[in-house]
């Protein structure tokens, strides 16, 4: 093995010829390209700069291992390419550079548009480096690459110009100093002097950066390790999960996809098929969320110490019930993994449906979702529920939608979740089996629900916050002005009271409060409450549509005849808002009561405080 790793280092010019060739291609267990704009600008000031940017780990390919490993080019790379390098370390790094130097008129990664990359000569030599490197996105950016004068008169140095080689870096240095020469005679026939000396300065600034960079492009060497073109690929997989426990880790889903790379699995590839399907979600652990199903599926945990046994062929050891230790493989083959793989890709494409539904359980757009972290355990729930015999399934997800709905209003899945979502699989399949084994977690709801303070609940994006917005959803809450539904695209949530009336009255509880707020359209909200309060608002409402309407529209916003009245109070004081997100706190409660059909003594209780 020590002969098989050799140090050596490169300079930035060859380094760049070399990412032009297409020589250095990705694995595809590798993350994808990921950095942000400004990631690639902060790597360009370190080179310009000469500081160290570390070591780049390279396996000199061969065609076998360039299709075993299922390669790709780097990120906007354009052309056919000629591979001689695997990049098992430094992926990130190097597509930094070949889109800042190279210029592929691609967008940026998860960016609309193109990024130009540029230094500003004249604040890079005065050391202004905070100033100096810039990048830009707008079309005005695109013309000045291709406007020499206006590069000149602005100072802006294109990186491009690097990528296109010595000589064209040469020529607009030359080019550079040449203008700033002829801006000099110029002021000089003028006979003006500061004119004159200010492009004298240029003149001298352009000498010095082009001397700054031959010194970089030449002198300035990247390191890198490169491993010899015989040694395994699982050794060579092994190499790059241990590279990869250092620094940055590496996502469980990479290290998965590493160590599926020698059994021919692809499952970047299998994630990119599955992707389209649960995209609603805005989250980027969807791809660990499929290997969590999996594994709750075929084992009960999910932690990533646990997906290592979705591995086809890895022995796990298990306790039986006498104590004994036995050997026991999960996944087989190729062919099982990707058998379990679609059936958790499915399962987590039904509870995506369900959830979103506007009369399941009204996550009817993504940012109202209570939480993403709870897709795994309630997709491998709800396939357990559907495995009941028929004349079960009824109950089972009866059960499903209890627990979810106390999981929601307890934070229960805000933290750490991989042992909860076991835990809560185990539970509710034993419950689903057996009435009497009811979780602990549903008795503890059912005896503390009504000390649960939705006032608190200010910041969009809670669970319980997005929880009660799910209520008002799944309660058929129409627009205030048109008495339809909103749809998902045009509906947000505003307030009852306006934000102005809380700067002219003291009180303890914040104008942003959940009770404060409900769904209603853009329109509405600006055209019909805007600043105004309910007692002002209201009867306009009531004039256009009758009171019986009015009043059943806002019942259908959990605001009671009672809240109702509160809010046409005139004067409307803080005591009238305390009172109003008093009696919403009940209605919701009674909501909830009913949603969960809690048993009737917490219904009789609830009908007192009523």
């Not at 008129?105 to 005065?126: E, G, H, T």
Request: with cysteine.
């Amino acid at each position: 093995m020590k002969d098989a790793q050799k140090p050596g280092h490169v300079s930035l010019t060859v380094l760049i010829d070399r990412l032009r060739e297409g020589c250095y291609v990705i694995p595809d267990f590798q993350r994808e390209f990921e950095w942000t704009p400004w990631d690639i600008r902060e790597l360009i000031r370190s080179i310009f700069l000469d500081y160290y940017i570390g070591n780049v780990l390279l396996w000199k390919g061969t065609d076998r291992s360039f299709n075993d490993l299922a390669c790709e080019p780097l990120y906007g790379f354009q052309g056919s390419g000629d591979p001689t390098h695997i990049v098992l370390d430094g992926q990130q790094r190097l597509t930094a550079m070949y889109y800042a130097f190279l210029a592929p008129d691609v967008p940026a990664p998860s960016r609309k548009n193109r990024f130009l990359y540029f230094i500003r000569v004249d604040q890079f030599l005065k050391e202004n480096y905070d100033q100096s490197f810039e990048y830009d996105w707008k079309r005005s950016a695109g013309n000045l690459l291709q406007n020499r004068t206006d590069q000149f008169e602005n100072h802006m140095f294109p990186l491009a110009v690097v990528g296109d080689g010595s000589w064209a870096l040469v020529r607009w240095v030359d080019d550079y100093k040449k203008h700033w020469l002829d801006k000099e005679a110029q002021a000089e026939n003028k006979g003006d002097e500061a004119e004159s000396l200010l492009a004298n300065q240029h003149v001298e600034n352009a000498q010095a950066f082009g001397e700054h960079l031959e010194g970089i492009t030449v002198k300035y060497q990247i390191a890198f390790i490169e491993l010899d073109q015989d040694i395994q690929i699982d050794k060579v997989c092994g190499i790059f999960t241990q590279i990869n426990r250092r620094g940055r880790p590496l996502d469980v889903f990479d290290l998965i996809n590493a160590l599926l790379k020698p059994k021919e699995i692809q499952l970047k590839h299998l994630w990119r098929a599955a992707k389209p399907k649960l995209d609603f979600v805005e989250t980027n652990r969807m791809n660990r969320y499929i290997l969590q199903v999996m594994s709750i599926l075929r084992q009960t945990y999910c932690s990533p110490k646990y997906l290592y046994y979705l591995v086809p062929g890895v022995e796990k050891n298990v306790r039986s019930a006498d104590g004994s230790l036995r050997k026991e493989i999960l996944v087989c083959s190729p062919e099982e993994f990707q058998e379990w793989w679609d059936i958790a890709v499915d399962a987590l494409k039904r509870a995506i449906d369900l959830l979103r539904h506007p009369q399941e359980f009204g996550a009817i757009s993504s940012r109202y979702l209570p939480y993403a972290s709870i897709l795994p355990a309630f997709a491998a729930i709800q396939s357990a529920a559907r495995q009941q015999p028929m004349n079960r399934q009824f109950d089972a997800l009866r059960k499903l939608r209890y627990w979810y709905w106390v999981s929601v209003f307890t934070n229960r899945y805000s933290g750490s979740v991989e042992s909860t979502s076991a835990r809560d699989f185990l539970e509710l399949k034993n419950w689903f089996e057996d009435e009497t084994a009811k979780p602990v977690l549903i008795s503890d709801f059912n005896s503390r629900f009504l000390s649960i303070d939705f006032r608190r609940e200010t910041r969009r994006g809670t669970s319980i916050y997005n929880g009660i917005f799910n209520l008002l959803v799944l309660h058929g809450a129409r627009d205030w002005m048109t008495g339809n539904v909103p749809q998902h695209d045009d509906l947000d949530d505003h307030h009852i009271v306006p934000k102005k009336w809380r700067k002219e009255h003291t009180h303890d509880t914040s104008i942003d409060t959940i009770l404060n707020r409900t769904p209603l359209t853009a329109d509405t909200n600006r055209k019909a409450i805007r600043d105004r309060l309910p007692n002002e608002y209201i009867p306009e409402l009531v004039k256009e549509h009758g009171e019986v309407t009015v009043r059943k529209t806002l019942e259908s916003h959990y605001i009671s005849r009672t809240g109702f009245d509160i809010l046409l109070r005139d004067p409307f004081t803080s005591a009238d808002y305390e009172s109003f997100l008093e009696e919403r706190q009940r209605t919701l409660q009674n909501a909830i009561s009913e949603r969960l059909d809690l048993p009737p003594q917490l219904r009789e209780l609830d009908a007192q405080v009523e």
